[in-house]
């Protein structure tokens, strides 16, 4: 079974730094996109930032130069880097996997970042 497995979230003081994981079934990284998405309380589900099998990366004008995405084949995890973290940045961060041909799409649990000011 596909699976994607969050961890690294937690409570963190502003502008310090956390670094998010997501381990994936061997058999579905070579062939995905892979991102991070957010979800705040009563907002809804963003993209933060994603990354192609190739390492082409794009990211959310709100976290440009503060986040990096990253991606390791070998270990078929990616990580989000987060530094400078601000209140508002404050959400449930989940891991998205995305085919490269059907763009179909797959989630994990998501874990919980929280920013105090």
């Known amino acids: 079974q596909v699976q994607l497995v969050e961890s690294g979230g937690g409570l963190v003081q502003f502008g310090g730094s956390l670094r998010l994981s997501c381990a994936a079934s061997?058999?579905?990284?070579?062939?995905?996109?892979m991102g991070w998405y957010r979800q705040a309380p009563g907002k809804q589900r963003e993209l933060v930032a994603r990354?192609?099998?190739?390492?082409?990366?794009n990211y959310a004008d709100s976290v440009k130069g503060r986040f990096t995405i990253s991606r390791d084949n070998a270990k078929n995890t990616v990580y989000l880097q987060m530094n400078s973290l601000k209140p508002e940045d404050t959400a449930v961060y989940y891991c998205?996997?995305?085919?490269?041909?059907?763009?179909?799409?797959?989630w994990g649990q998501g874990t919980r970042v929280t920013v105090s000011s």
């Open positions: 998205n996997a995305q085919h490269i041909i059907t763009f179909q799409s797959l």
């Open positions: 061997a058999s579905i990284f070579s062939g995905y996109t």
């Open positions: 990354i192609s099998r190739g390492g082409s990366t």
